[in-house]
């Protein structure tokens, strides 16, 4: 099991930013994928964003691409999600993944934290 912790979520108006954050004790971080997903009630869990374990190609939603930033720091088992320009659509609980691997091609995430929320008001 890998623990994940979000932060950053809240409260915030269209057209502003936030920075989520996700951290880990665990030691295999470096050498795993990292995504962020987000759910609304009633809806399914839905793809944002992800990452391999070196920063290389990342991959977005196109509902958030050009917006929406994945970045991760291995030497503090962090990775980020800046989100600017944000919209009332964009409110959700988000959730940070971690893959069993160091790529995320053509597998689902493996281990979740317990999210973060974030709305966006109009």
């Known amino acids: 099991q890998v623990q994940l912790v979000e932060s950053g979520g809240g409260l915030v108006q269209a057209g502003g930013s936030l920075r989520l954050s996700c951290t880990t004790p665990?030691?295999?971080?470096?050498?795993?994928?990292m995504g962020w997903f987000r759910q609304t009630p009633g809806k399914e869990r839905e793809f944002v964003a992800a990452?391999?374990?070196?920063?290389?190609?990342?991959f977005y939603a196109g509902s958030v691409e050009g917006r929406f930033t994945i970045s991760r720091d291995n030497s503090r088992n962090t990775v980020y999600l800046q989100m600017n320009s944000l919209k009332p659509e964009d409110t959700a609980n988000y959730y940070c993944?971690?893959?069993?691997?160091?790529?995320?091609?053509?597998?689902?995430?493996?281990?979740w934290g317990q999210g973060t929320q974030v709305t966006v008001s109009a």
């Open positions: 990452t391999p374990w070196n920063s290389g190609r990342t």
């Open positions: 665990e030691r295999t971080f470096s050498s795993r994928a």
């Open positions: 993944a971690a893959y069993a691997t160091g790529n995320y091609y053509a597998q689902p995430a493996a281990f």
